[in-house]
């Protein structure tokens, strides 16, 4: 892999800077394909296959609001292109905008009936596994099942095609919890255990409250379900809120899929509930600790965070604006002025920028032990509190988004209160 990736212009070749990536087999058809074309090329189609993404997942995103019209259209556009993970998602290449694009079409496939269609978007979303478990949600009703029983079963054959087979799937599986465990406490993952071991949990506690984190979520979600009555939309909608809380592996790139309730919450709700919906946009649209890692780029990151505040009004049904919309404003304003000099003060390195010039990684270590001694030697595995608050705020905005969620329904059905 390194052999080919210090070819690639902008990599730093004296040094070790190999970067792997794990993902299911049934996208090596893709990935393939693009890695026989010569990498300008290759650069120029998936970028454009990610702004097809992006364009996908605002427009079902919008679907599943039921928000048609022009102004619904541009305000969700302007949400996505200021939201911080979206931005993170298209700089980085990630195939996460891919998987959550798939979960939002999935999600209007599966309302609409439409089985190929769901078929399709659910193997779309597969391309991230971890994200695509929240499709389980929404599997009320024959419709649904059949869209994600064939989607599933056309990743199943692809997997087992072109991994290799049965040996192929438990290689990937066994070389998937190398990666995990590679990045398990690093400054990168926003699971709910490495963000405790940050604050100093010990490692064993911290892995177990991780665990017993994602398990409440899981455990929370159903009975919030159950309780509040929520139909197969807004349950889909609770689920993508849990999902950062719930899965082993979350990056900031991986709050795309947040996009999707985002966007359903800021256009039907009003009052208390749009409020708090308004917070969360603050919480969960910002690179919070993108501010330690890029302390120049502070500024750049406020002003699309305000953007992004701007957006979540002309999201409201185009109606007029209210106190209820000031509070994105007044959230952003409050935890920018922590925010800011907190990441000033404890600024965090960057892979690759960070490694040592002439860095060399082990000579018999294998991918994912490579990653995390490169991990290490950039400084990604400190201890630092202030990193781990930082990496709090948008899961913060997740739980209070599943709040948001609930009150919406009981306040649209009395009767579920």
């Known amino acids: 892999m390194w052999r080919t990736e210090r070819t690639i212009p902008g990599v ?26 010569p990498h300008t090329v290759a650069v120029r189609v998936w970028t454009a296959l990610l702004a097809a993404a992006f364009a996908g997942l605002v427009l079902a995103s919008l679907a599943v609001a039921r928000a ?86 056309a990743f199943g054959a692809l997997t087992l095609a072109a991994g290799g087979g049965v040996p192929g799937f438990f290689a990937y599986a066994h070389r998937l919890g190398e990666h995990a465990s590679a990045e398990r406490f690093v400054a990168i993952q926003f699971t709910p255990g490495a963000i405790a071991w940050a604050f100093g949990a ?28 929520l139909g197969a939309r807004d349950g889909a909608l ?8 719930a899965v082993p592996f979350f990056h900031e790139h991986d709050f795309v899929v947040e996009l999707i309730p985002l966007i359903a919450i800021a256009v039907g709700t009003q009052g208390t509930a749009r409020a708090w919906a308004g917070a969360a946009v603050a919480l969960i649209c910002v690179d919070w600790l993108g501010l330690a890692q890029r302390p120049a780029a502070a500024a750049q ?46 600024p965090a390195p960057i892979w690759p920028d960070a490694l040592p010039a002439g860095y060399h990684a082990p000579a018999a270590a294998d991918a994912s032990a490579v990653w995390a001694d490169e991990q290490r030697a950039a400084g990604l595995t400190a201890r630092q509190p202030a990193w781990a608050a930082l990496r709090a705020l948008p899961l913060t905005g997740c739980v209070l988004l599943g709040v948001v969620i609930i009150r919406a329904r009981r306040r649209t059905d009395p009767a579920a209160a």
């Open 202 to 229: 010990p490692e064993a506690l911290a892995s177990v409250a991780g665990y017993a984190l994602a398990a409440a979520a899981i455990a929370a979600t159903a009975v919030a379900t159950v309780r509040a009555r």
């Open 238 to 245: 609770l689920a993508l809120a849990a999902a950062p809380l």
């Open 301 to 346: 990151i406020i002003a699309l965070a305000i953007a992004a505040a701007f957006a979540f009004v002309v999201l409201g049904k185009g109606a007029r604006a209210t106190r209820a919309d000031l509070a994105p404003f007044v959230a952003l304003a409050v935890l920018a002025c922590a925010a800011v000099p907190l990441a000033r003060a404890f």
């Open 12 to 37: 730093d070749a004296s040094r070790d800077e190999l970067l792997p990536y794990v993902g299911p087999a049934a996208a090596l058809p893709l990935f393939g394909a693009l890695a026989r074309l």
């Open 68 to 153: 048609p019209g022009t102004a619904a259209v541009f305000g969700a556009l302007l949400f996505g292109i200021a939201s911080g993970p979206l931005t993170s998602a298209i700089a980085l290449g990630q195939v996460a905008l891919l998987a959550a694009a798939g979960i939002a079409c999935a999600l209007v496939a599966y309302e609409r009936r439409a089985v190929a269609a769901g078929a399709l978007a659910t193997l779309i979303a597969g391309l991230q596994p971890n994200l695509a478990l929240v499709l389980a949600a929404r599997m009320r009703d024959r419709a649904a099942l059949l869209s994600a029983g064939a989607g599933a079963l």
